[in-house]
C-alpha cells in the first residue's frame, strides 16, 4: 500500500509539474507574442524616426572609419584626429559650395526645366501614338469649377470673380509658403539631428558599444560582443569602398557628359554620385534623369548619354563593386533589390536609401549563426 501511495503521490506531482510547464510556457508564449507584436507597431509607428537615428549611426560609424584610418598613418588620439577628419571634410564641403555654388544653382534651375519640358515633349510623344498619359496630369481635371445653374449679372461676376480669385490666389501662397518653410525646416532638422548623433557616436564609440552590449543578457554577451563588433568592419568596410564608388560615378559622368555637350553636366554628375548610394534603383533613375536631359541636346546626344550610363553601369556593376567592395558585402543582387523594393513600398525613401546596410547587418548575423551551426559538425568530422 505504501508503495501504491507513493507511486499514486509521484504521478500526481508529475502531472502538476507538466501542467505547470505548460502553462509557463503558455505564459512566455504569449507573452513573447505580444512583445513581438508591440515592437512591431513601436517600428511601424515610429519608422521615420528609427531610420533617422540609424542614419546618423552610419554617419557615426564613416566618421570612426576615417579616424580609424588616419590613426594607422598618424599615432595622434582619437579626438584629435576625429577633429581633424571633420575639419578637412567641412572644408571640402566648404570649397564646394564657395566655389561652384553659383554653377550647381543655375545648373540646376537649368535642368529643372529642361527636364519638365522634356517631360511635355515625351507626354506629347506618347500621345501621339495613342499611349495613355493620364498619369501626367497633376490634378488638372478638378481645376475646373462646377458649373452654375443661375447666371448673375456682368457686375456681380466681375466682383465675385475678383474676390474668389484673390482668396484662391491668396490662400495658395499662403499654404505654398507655409508648406515650404515646414519642408525647409524638417530638412535642416534632420539634417542637424543626424549630423549631431554622427558626432556623438564618432566621438565615444566605444561607450556606446559597451552600454549596446550591457543590454543583451549575461549569458549571451559574448555572442554580442562578436556580432556587434562584425557589424561595425563590415559597415566600416562598405562605406569607405561606397564613397570611393560615390566619387568615380561623379567624376565619370561629369566629365563625360561635358564631352558630349550637355548642359548642367556638373550637377548631373553630383545627382548620379548621390545616387549611386542607392543599389539598382539609384542607378536606373540616376540614368533615367541623364537621358530626360540629354534630349533637349537632340537624338544624338541622347544616344550618347545612354551609352554613357551604360557604361557607367557596367563599371560601378563589374569593376569598381567586386574591386573595392569585394572585402565588404556579398549580397546576391536579386535579393538586395527585393529587399530594397519591400523596404521602400513599406517605408518609403527611408527604406530604399537604408536598405543595404540594413541588409548588410542581417547577413552579418545570419552568418554567424550558420558557422555556430556549422562549427560542431566541422569539429567532429
Given at each position: 500500500m505504501d508503495c501504491k501511495g507513493n507511486n499514486l503521490a509521484d504521478t500526481t506531482s508529475d502531472r502538476l509539474r507538466a501542467r505547470n510547464d505548460l502553462a509557463w510556457a503558455i505564459s512566455v508564449g504569449g507573452i513573447g507574442a505580444i512583445a513581438f507584436a508591440a515592437l512591431l507597431l513601436f517600428t511601424w509607428t515610429f519608422a521615420a524616426t528609427l531610420f533617422l537615428i540609424f542614419a546618423g549611426m552610419l554617419l557615426g560609424v564613416g566618421l570612426s572609419a576615417m579616424t580609424t584610418m588616419l590613426g594607422q598613418a598618424a599615432k595622434l588620439p582619437h579626438a584629435l584626429r576625429l577633429t581633424i577628419v571633420c575639419l578637412v571634410l567641412a572644408?571640402?564641403?566648404?570649397?564646394?559650395?564657395?566655389?561652384?555654388?553659383?554653377?550647381i544653382a543655375q545648373q540646376a534651375k537649368v535642368l529643372s526645366d529642361t527636364?519638365?519640358?522634356?517631360?511635355?515633349?515625351?507626354?506629347?510623344?506618347?500621345?501621339?501614338?495613342?499611349?495613355?498619359?493620364?498619369?501626367?496630369?497633376?490634378?488638372?481635371?478638378n481645376a475646373a469649377p462646377a458649373a452654375s445653374t443661375e447666371t448673375p449679372g456682368p457686375a456681380a461676376t466681375h466682383n465675385l470673380s475678383g474676390a474668389s480669385a484673390f482668396a484662391s490666389s491668396g490662400g495658395a501662397i499662403v499654404s505654398q509658403t507655409l508648406k515650404l518653410l515646414l519642408g525647409t525646416l524638417s530638412a535642416v532638422g534632420n539634417f542637424f539631428i543626424v549630423l549631431f548623433l554622427g558626432l556623438a557616436f564618432a566621438a565615444q564609440p566605444g561607450v556606446y558599444r559597451k552600454g549596446?552590449?550591457?543590454?543583451?543578457?549575461?549569458?549571451?554577451?559574448?555572442?554580442?560582443?562578436?556580432?556587434?563588433?562584425?557589424i561595425g568592419e563590415t559597415l566600416q568596410r562598405w562605406l569607405i569602398a561606397q564613397i570611393a564608388t560615390m566619387f568615380a560615378v561623379f567624376v565619370v559622368t561629369w566629365i563625360g557628359l561635358a564631352l558630349i555637350g550637355i548642359q548642367s553636366s556638373f550637377i548631373l554628375g553630383?545627382?548620379?554620385?548621390?545616387?549611386?548610394?542607392?543599389?539598382?534603383?539609384?542607378?536606373?533613375?540616376?540614368?533615367?534623369?541623364?537621358?530626360?536631359?540629354?534630349?533637349?541636346?537632340?537624338?544624338?546626344?541622347?544616344?550618347?548619354?545612354?551609352?554613357?550610363?551604360?557604361?557607367?553601369?557596367?563599371?560601378?556593376?563589374?569593376?569598381?563593386?567586386?574591386?573595392?567592395?569585394?572585402?565588404?558585402?556579398?549580397?546576391?543582387?536579386?535579393?538586395?533589390?527585393?529587399?530594397?523594393?519591400?523596404?521602400?513600398?513599406?517605408?518609403?525613401?527611408?527604406g530604399l536609401a537604408l536598405a543595404l546596410p540594413l541588409m548588410a547587418i542581417v547577413k552579418v548575423m545570419i552568418d554567424y549563426f550558420k558557422a555556430e551551426d556549422l562549427a560542431p559538425g566541422a569539429a567532429n568530422a
Open positions: 572644408a571640402l564641403l566648404s570649397g564646394v559650395v564657395f566655389l561652384g555654388g553659383a554653377t527636364i519638365k519640358s522634356q517631360l511635355v515633349v515625351v507626354k506629347a510623344f506618347l500621345d501621339r501614338n495613342g499611349i495613355d498619359t493620364s498619369y501626367f496630369e497633376l490634378g488638372n481635371s549596446l552590449l550591457y543590454m543583451a543578457p549575461a549569458r549571451h554577451r559574448a555572442r554580442a560582443t562578436v556580432i556587434v563588433d562584425r553630383i545627382q548620379a554620385g548621390l545616387l549611386a548610394f542607392i543599389p539598382t534603383v539609384g542607378a536606373l533613375v540616376a540614368g533615367l534623369i541623364v537621358v530626360l536631359a540629354s534630349l533637349a541636346s537632340g537624338w544624338v546626344a541622347a544616344a550618347s548619354a545612354f551609352a554613357l550610363f551604360l557604361g557607367i553601369h557596367a563599371l560601378e556593376s563589374y569593376v569598381l563593386t567586386p574591386i573595392i567592395q569585394r572585402q565588404a558585402l556579398d549580397i546576391p543582387p536579386a535579393t538586395l533589390f527585393a529587399f530594397q523594393i519591400l523596404l521602400g513600398v513599406v517605408f518609403g525613401i527611408w
